[in-house]
């Protein structure tokens, strides 16, 4: 299927525009993206949590806070796109021709079409994220918005013991607590951190979608698009077991990635033995990276080598791992390469272990 079966007409906004603009639009559309332009040229994407990190509103511009996202074609492929979506964790794509914006592909319109194949014979616990992070009622909206910040979120369900009291979610932090009107030069921040103090009881969804386990995707997707959400739980005997989003749906259409993920080193030495067990042992240890970080987009390394007494060589080495939004870097020095990359792939490994192990914390133990 080409993107043009599926394209909509485009939610924009100039990139000299108050923040304040973008949230307007946003929430009179119901979307979470809008494409900041200039001359009808895309200078980037503006999204709800992009807002949620922001420190303060009250004189930003959206060129602040646009990011960057690859743009496609009309002709360009649905899965195209969609790898697109879920590499950048986004769920719109702009569409563009000779370098002008033309309409936009959103997940939204995917899942639609998912929906009307029917049964897709791939069932809620197959695509559903396990074990999700969780608030309890008394918690604090403020704590929600930390929450999603730290761990790149939208989503966050609300629970009494095990009992799936509501949903929280990015837009109704960003529309209710800070409504455009107030997005002005001169406006009151206390009041806006006073909003903040509400409990997630008085601002959460109290009738969240929620699918059974074994319910066909196609289905959660046709509810979901029935009760105007982008998300269902997933629960059992009334007990929380996943959750289920349009980016874990659009997932469902990505393209094979056509080529690898590129990792570099530069300045390796001549010794073909040094060499070669370094660069083995770091692209090892960064095809395993990618299981616990799946939005990784580069790996480099540069290693740098000082001569000493006795014509040993001391090795200074670099690490950088790349992602859509972040760089992560680690630094080791030694005489022997693949015993600094044994050290430098251990710590790699604590740092992504303890992402994971936070995303299975509850926020009370935060």
Known sequence: MRVSELSTQPITVSSAEPVGKAI???????????????????KGLVTIRDILRARSITSMKISSL???????????????????????RVRTVPIVEKGKLVAQLTASSICRRISQERRLH???????????????EDDSVAKARTVMIERNIDYLPVLRQREILGMITSDLIVFRLTPPERIAPGSNVSEEQRRLDLRVSGLMADDPVVSAPDTDVGQVIETMSRRGTTYSLVALWGELQGIITYRDCVKLLTEP????LPIS??????????????????ETVVKRLTRSIPDLLEARSVVKTSEEAGHRRRYEVEVELVTPRKRTSFSASGWSLPEIFDELSDKMKRVTTKKREDRRRRPSEL
């Open 24 to 42: 307007g639009l946003l929430e009179r559309s119901k979307a979470y993206e809008v494409i900041a332009v200039e001359n009808n040229e895309v």
């Open 66 to 88: 646009a990011t960057h996202v690859p743009q496609v074609t009309r002709n360009d492929s649905v899965s195209h796109a969609a790898r697109i979506m879920t590499d950048h």
């Open 122 to 136: 791939v069932n809620a616990t197959e695509i559903m994220t396990a074990n999700p992070t969780f608030l309890r």
């Open 257 to 260: 990635t056509k080529e690898p």
């Open 265 to 282: 080193i530069v300045g390796l030495p001549d010794d073909p033995f040094e060499a070669g067990a370094a660069k083995a042992k770091f």
